[in-house]
Each structure stands twice: as C-alpha cells, then as structure tokens.
C-alpha cells in the first residue's frame, strides 16, 4: 500500500523559510506527476503547486517566485522550498499525485506568524 510521509513544517516568522520533504513508498515513483497541496483552516485543500516526471513545475500564483518545488526520483522524494513566507501561507501542506492520487498523509503544519 502506497504511503505518503510529509515532513519539515514548523513556525517560522514572516519572511522566513522552510523546506517541506515528501517520502513516497511507491513503485516506480519517478513515473508520477506529483504535487504539493495546502489545506487552511476552515479553508478548502488547494494545490500549490505540481512537478511532472522529468521536473517541470507549476505554482499557484501566489506562490510563484517563492515557493520551488523538486524531486528525486532514485530517493523516492519530492521537496517544496519555501521561501518569504507569509501569513497567508499558514496550513497543513500534503504531498499526492497531480493525476492518480493516493491515501493522503497525514501532511505537515506550516505556522507563519510574528
């Protein structure tokens, strides 16, 4: 059974930075559009952004610039770099598929506050 493990999150204040790390016990990772999604509270889960097999990237927008996301398919793992976080960007942030999705995990807590 496929499982997802999201790791990195924290409080960090205004402007700071996280690097999030996703584990992926899954055959043949690297054959997987992934993504990276957030979940706010009383807030609907939303995408932030996604990574296909061979790395190209998309962002929500307000995210781009700041927010990267990469993978390494040999260490089955994906990253999402944070950078100038805001307040805004406070949420739980998972990591599944962008098109076959698997169980969600049980995705990390991102606090961004001064």
């Known amino acids: 059974q496929v499982q997802l493990v999201e790791s990195g999150g924290g409080l960090v204040q205004p402007g700071g930075s996280l690097r999030l790390s996703c584990a992926a016990s899954v055959g043949f990772f690297g054959g997987y559009y992934m993504a990276w999604y957030r979940q706010a509270p009383g807030k609907q889960r939303e995408l932030v952004g996604s990574i296909t097999p061979s790395g190209s990237t998309n962002y929500l927008d307000s995210v781009k610039g700041r927010f990267t996301i990469s993978r390494d398919n040999a260490k089955n793992t994906m990253w999402l770099e944070m950078n100038s976080l805001k307040p805004e960007d406070t949420a739980v942030y998972y990591c599944?598929?962008?098109?076959?999705?698997?169980?969600w995990g049980q995705g990390t807590q991102v606090t961004v506050s001064s």
């Open positions: 599944n598929g962008r098109v076959t999705t698997f169980r």
